[in-house]
Structures are given as C-alpha cells and as structure tokens.
C-alpha cells in the first residue's frame, strides 16, 4: 500500500497524549515569560498544526507541524516562524522544541 493510499483511509493527522504535553509545557513556560497568549490546534489529513499567538486574532507568531509523511525524509516535527520561515525541523520532538529555549534568556544591563 502507498503512502498516497494511507492518506486517504487514515483521519486526520493529531498529536498524541505525550506529543501534546511536551507541547504544552513549552506553551506555559511562554505564557508565564508573556510571550505568547493564546493557541489553537488543527488536524489536516496531511499535518497537525499546534499554532500559538501573540495576542488574539493575530497572525500566528509560530507554529508546531507533526508531518507524518516526512518521518523518515528531513523529520515529522518543524517550528515555523512568521512568515513561513521553518526554525527548526527534525525526528523527535523535544529536540525541535528546543528552538525555544533560546527565547527564556533576555540581555540585562
């Protein structure tokens, strides 16, 4: 069976009970530092998107893609940035999460 063929029986894409707590304790730390404000997630047949905002109805300031398809190409996990600007793709997920933890530390002069 073709991965073309699995699309189409398979549901949508969504992230997992361990996937989305990883997930959201990034999402609190940021919400905690004031960074961000609000979030939403979407399941596609393609990807599951966890997308998180500055302020409400913006444009998403980034967003976490679960692609399935691309599990064994350049990694299932990407950071999109504004703009369309992947920040970090990979294999496993806390691995791509860490393209935040660059963003806890501020210049204090």
Same mark, same amino acid.
């Given at each position: 069976?073709?991965?073309?063929?699995?699309?189409?029986?398979? !549901?949508?894409? #969504? *992230?997992?009970?361990?996937?989305?707590?990883? %997930?959201?304790?990034?999402?609190?730390?940021?919400?905690?530092? !004031?960074?961000?404000?609000?979030?939403?997630?979407?399941?596609?047949?393609?990807?599951?998107? #966890?997308?998180? *905002?500055?302020?409400?109805?913006?444009?998403?300031?980034?967003? %976490?893609?679960?692609?399935?398809?691309?599990?064994?190409?350049? !990694?299932?996990?990407?950071? %999109?940035?504004?703009?369309?600007?992947?920040?970090?793709?990979?294999?496993?997920?806390?691995?791509?999460?860490?393209? *935040?933890?660059?963003?806890? *530390?501020?210049?204090?002069?």
């Amino acid at each position: 069976m073709s991965d073309a063929a699995d699309a189409q029986q398979a !549901g949508p894409i #969504f *992230f997992d009970r361990r996937e989305l707590d990883q %997930i959201l304790r990034v999402y609190g730390r940021m919400v905690a530092a !004031g960074e961000w404000r609000d979030y939403a997630m979407v399941g596609h047949r393609e990807v599951a998107e #966890f997308a998180v *905002f500055r302020r409400s109805g913006d444009a998403p300031a980034y967003r %976490i893609e679960k692609r399935p398809a691309l599990r064994l190409k350049q !990694g299932q996990w990407a950071v %999109i940035g504004e703009g369309g600007m992947v920040l970090r793709r990979g294999r496993e997920l806390p691995q791509v999460l860490r393209v *935040f933890d660059s963003r806890r *530390f501020t210049v204090v002069e």
